[in-house]
């Protein structure tokens, strides 16, 4: 006897390939609901920051800070500010400023 999983002859006669067509859309629906509740969540976490006095930019800055941390890409976002900070010199237009009296 064989191990083969028994065959799904419906499937094998999907010429027109509706019932895989049926399964992809139904997961990718499954998904965008998913995503939907998820972008209504953090909308909800970035009032709540709001609210807790946060600025809009500090809010922002966590959502980004957030999506870097998913995305494991410290080592770019520190690339770019580098970036940012060498050329605005260069041009007199250093938006880091403020940071040498913070310290």
């Known amino acids: 006897m064989s191990d ?3 065959r799904d002859f419906e499937r094998m ?7 895989l067509i049926r399964d992809l859309v139904d997961e990718m629906e499954v998904r965008v ?7 209504v969540a ?23 800070i957030a ?9 770019e976002a520190t690339q770019d500010l580098e970036a940012l900070e060498r ?11 403020w940071k040498d009296w913070r310290r």
């Open 42 to 64: 953090l909308k909800e976490i970035v009032e709540a920051a709001k609210r807790q006095e946060f600025t809009p930019s500090e809010a922002l800055a966590m959502k980004k």
């Open 4 to 6: 083969d999983p028994p």
């Open 67 to 75: 999506r870097l941390r998913v995305k494991d890409k410290k080592a």
């Open 87 to 97: 050329i605005g010199q260069a041009v007199d237009f250093n938006v880091f400023d």
């Open 33 to 39: 609901r998913e995503i939907d509740t998820a972008q």
């Open 13 to 19: 006669l999907d010429l027109n390939r509706s019932t």
